[in-house]
């Protein structure tokens, strides 16, 4: 089973950068798919970026292509999410998940969860 500690969020200004963490223990780590998840009040949670546990593909929402970046360090078991030119529309819950199998990183089922970390971007 793997555990996954996200960190990193914060209150900023638009336009501002935040480097949010996913530490995950367990075991494991290098085998998952690994993704970012935000869920802004009232709305439902939607998918931000994902990467490939072998060949490091990356998958990015249409809303933060361009602006975030997704990575992972697997001798760190840790994942994360550069994001720059935040906008209040960014504004949300992170979480960061991670899943095992095949499939289109945006729409697979993620069996693993963290606790989420809020950013806040003020206008």
């Known amino acids: 089973q793997v555990q996954l500690v996200e960190s990193g969020g914060g209150l900023v200004q638009a336009g501002a950068s935040l480097r949010l963490s996913c530490a995950a223990s367990?075991?494991?780590?290098?085998?998952?798919?690994m993704a970012w998840f935000r869920q802004a009040p009232g709305k439902e949670r939607e998918f931000v970026a994902g990467?490939?546990?072998?060949?490091?593909?990356?998958y990015y929402a249409e809303s933060v292509e361009g602006r975030f970046t997704i990575s992972r360090d697997n001798a760190k078991n840790t994942m994360y999410l550069q994001m720059n030119s935040l906008k209040p529309e960014d504004t949300a819950v992170y979480y960061c998940?991670?899943?095992?199998?095949?499939?289109?990183?945006?729409?697979?089922?993620?069996?693993?969860w963290g606790q989420g970390t809020q950013v806040a971007v003020s206008s």
């Open positions: 998940a991670a899943a095992r199998g095949s499939g289109y990183l945006p729409t697979l089922s993620y069996d693993y």
């Open positions: 367990g075991g494991g780590f290098s085998t998952y798919h």
């Open positions: 990467i490939r546990w072998i060949g490091r593909m990356t």
